[in-house]
RNA sequence: GCGGGAGUGGUGAAAUGGCAGACACGCAAGUCUUAGGAACUUGUGCUCCGGCGUGCGGGUUCAAGUCCCGCCUCCCGCACCA
């Protein structure tokens, strides 16, 4: 057999055969056994979806997750770094449309294809920890959480307008409406009115938001600011208007009561029940009719148009406003949503934007109730919505805008015409799928019992059969057509009773996983207790900011759930979240129709895994997009192959005492060492490999003409290049490490120790300014005091020649690095 | 429209308020080579060689890429949320 110190040049490829399957015997990356005495990390990268095989934004994000979690564990963490597959979801029903085959068989093989370059790739993954979201024995637990929280009443089904793909032919959350196209196939989503299943995620509104103080400067600002702006709350109140020729009244909600006086009509949602029912029975029933219809056919895309004509129909009622008595006509229109608030306003136009523009638009009067010192909304069209003295407003007259809205809730409340409310935008989770590939819902419809979840003793309740099912969509599951599983007994009664014949987002299936890898085979329940709190909170999770939104809340709303339901005892799932960006080239998204796809496994063909992870690590800031027209591969192997060639070169044997090494290369080694160190756990991966790369750089230096390889400095040097590469391009660190005279794996090596005395510089070049302008500069000891300092600076020649007699105002001084002389 | 982020060499990027451009890519010249898309060395912001330089204009400070105010441009999120 050939031996790695017969390749005269670094030879990746053979490098990479070399060491996987010893490493699979010597599994470093298993956690968890009984006996490991090593603190515990829990280090979770996103799990893949298979839509085939790994691409070059996998290759960024699992480098990036790699480089934390081979970080603690070389700094002694008994580190779990587990994965697994999320693989419900469209893109295997659709594959499996167009091959007329199985979902499973496509899902399957795509897993066992990702699996296989997963570990070409190398990552610290605890291999005996995997299990796929489509696995039954995971589902399963899936199908019990829901009964779980329909027992509690947080699963709900109910009428509503819903989000409809056209494309995917089923319906979508909120959340994966996206500028009013659907996520998945950017079809426009149109209205429908809908039965469908909800998690009551607004039930967790306020924890959602109030929890998030524990996540500040853990998780990126921005995350927090989308789901803040996701939920957004708002402060506000009812107000009861009593409408001529109804008995009860009308209730609308406003965050400007101080304007109550200022309201010269009020508004209904035009596809809300009371719209229909004001205009039911009058003389503009037909026009109202023919305005709904309009709406109604009016995708998400239209709506989302600035600046589109307010419009809408005078329903010729009128509301009483309950403060002054007067008779505001009441018009329909879609500028007010149906399911917000109470779906009906009362209209400001004098201080708000959208009912001015109505207003105008439909020839209302404005009457100004806030002097805010602008100039008349009558004159000029735009609201003034700022702070200011209250005037036309009776009691409240005089007031600023928060008085009056203090008094006027007290009032309101005290004559029981409202209150102070609050609402969110955020809505209910719909939840259910009107598609194959997913988990089937656990809940038996009897006409006897009605809704009657599926006992635990029942579960898991299989996916039928895809043979003989047409999975194509068609806006009805095609779980409906399996008569056979659909008919069934009642659990309660034994009567005859149907199947709910949708399945669950896969979102629900995401929203839970980081629980099941400490127990991920458990047969008996979801998650094992003990190992929970052994493991969680993740402590570092690393994945797109793609999920910013969906899967973060969800499984942040899932976490508290659990919480309540005393299954677990913390409240936050992830202690600590990096967002990595995206793998681009040229400039935009990689896509087979733009023609700039870059295959990774060419990459990896012709660069090798190391180069590849380098590059994807040391292009920039993990948070920033990787533009691969800019990078270079090349220059990657070209780093690796010098790093290589000092383990080749090291002519001391392992275990020399370091101490008598040259001190000036032990110095920049053990620099490296602790700044590679501090780059990493601040996530500056980039310039943790720049530190790597300049004592490559002095090694090679002390090599050639310094003092030589057979110094002590030198071995330690190479150990510590060795050791940091780790992180980043394991084979090349494991050959170095073989080479070097050590036993595999690398993995386990341990950060060397950084000794502090190492750290402090003979010698520093400190700068001399005057009036901020650099001078000159002399070397100074780095415990020089104040005053030497000063007078040293002010004895260098070049300064008394530009001082020329003249006395400085005052001298700052900063030792060991600046002195800046004022004049 | 609202909210947020970012603008630094030819390029990717560094820089606890204290030497702007670390580390690379690219480019150029050289050494060694039969050869080089190898290795090594040197140079590489602009410059009229005094300086000038971090999108533009102000400010705070002994000192500003960094902090504050106002613009411009680009990117992201939300989008009639009352």
Redesign the pocket.
Known sequence: METSSEHQ?YDFAYVQEKWLPIWDKLEPFKSGRADDPRPKKYVLDMFPYPSGDLHMGHAEAYALGDVIARYWIQKGFNVMHPIGWDAFGLPAENAAIKRNEDPRIWTYENIATQKSSMRRYACSFDWDRVFNTCDPEYYKWNQWLFTKLHDRGLAYRKDSAVNWCPGCQTVLA??Q????LCERCDSAVTKKKLNQWYFKITDYADRLLDDMEQLEGKWP??VL??Q???I?R?Q?ANVNFVIEGRTEPVT??????DTLYGATFM?V?ADSALAAELAAGSPIEAEFNSYLEK?KAAS?ID????D?P??GVDLKRFAINPVNGEKLPIWA????????????????PAH????L??ARAMKLPVRVVVETGEEDPNETGIATTGDGKLINSGPLNGLSKDEAITAINKQLEADGLGKSAR?????DWLVSRQRYWGTPIPIVHCDKCGEVAVPDSQLPLLLPDAKGLDLKPKGQSPLAAATEWVNTKCPKCSGPAMRDTDTMDTFVDSSWYYLRYPSSTSATEPFNREEIDTWLPVDQYVGG??H??LHLLYSRFFTKVLYDMKMLDFTEPFTRLLNQGMVVMDGSAMSKSRGNLVRLSDELE?HGVDAIRLSMV????PE????W????P??????L??AW?LSGDVASAPGVDFSKGEISLRKATHKALNDAGF?VE?F?F??A??????L??AT??AI??GCGPADPAVREATEAIAIMLSLVAPFTAEEMWERLGHKPAIALAGWPSVDPALLIDDE????I?I????KD?MNVSPNISEADFEAAALALPSIVAELAGAAP??V?T?PP??V?I?L
Do not use: H
């Not at 409406?177 to 009013?180: E, L, R, W």
């Not at 027209?629 to 270079?632: G, N, T």
């Open positions: 040049a909120n959340e409406v996206v500028a009013g600002e921005k600011l989308m803040r702006n996701w957004g708002s506000g609308i909600y406003t965050t400007r009561p508004v949602a709406i998400d709506r989302l148009a600035t589109r307010k419009s229109s879609d500028y007010v949503l149906a399911d917000y608030g109470t779906g009906a306003i009362m209209a400001v708000d934007q959208r009912d523009d109505f609402n969110y935008r955020l809505r900011v793609t910013a939104i012709n040391f292009s920039g800031p920033d997009d990787v533009d027209a800019d990078v270079s090349s220059g990657s192997v070209k780093f192959s010098r060639r780059a601040s500056r980039n310039v490999v720049a530190r790597v790369m300049e490559v750089n090679r230096k050639d003409s520093v070049e400190a700068v300014q009036n901020g302008k650099i500069r105002k005052k700052i900063r690095k600046l800046n004022v």
